[in-house]
C-alpha cells in the first residue's frame, strides 16, 4: 500500500463554491444530503459538513 502524502490532502469546510456535482459515494442517502441539504443546513446553523479533497478529487 503506497503512503498518503499529507500535503495531497485539503479538509475544509463546504462553500458554495465547491465542486459537488460529481461527489458519489456509492450511499444515494449521503450523496443526496451533500448535493442538496448540506449547505442549507449549514445556513440554518443545523450542521457543519466538512468536505475532504485528497489530488483535487473529493
Given at each position: 500500500?503506497?503512503?498518503?502524502?499529507?500535503?495531497?490532502?485539503?479538509i475544509h469546510k463546504?462553500t458554495?463554491?465547491?465542486?459537488?456535482?460529481?461527489?458519489d459515494c456509492e450511499d444515494?442517502?449521503?450523496?443526496?444530503?451533500i448535493?442538496?441539504?448540506?449547505?442549507n443546513q449549514?445556513?440554518?446553523?443545523i450542521s457543519?459538513?466538512?468536505?475532504?479533497?485528497?489530488k483535487?478529487?473529493?
Amino acid at each position: 500500500m503506497k503512503a498518503i502524502n499529507l500535503s495531497d490532502i485539503d479538509i475544509h469546510k463546504m462553500t458554495p463554491d465547491d465542486d459537488i456535482g460529481y461527489f458519489d459515494c456509492e450511499d444515494e442517502d449521503l450523496n443526496e444530503f451533500i448535493r442538496e441539504d448540506a449547505l442549507n443546513q449549514m445556513n440554518a446553523k443545523i450542521s457543519v459538513t466538512y468536505l475532504c479533497q485528497y489530488k483535487e478529487q473529493l
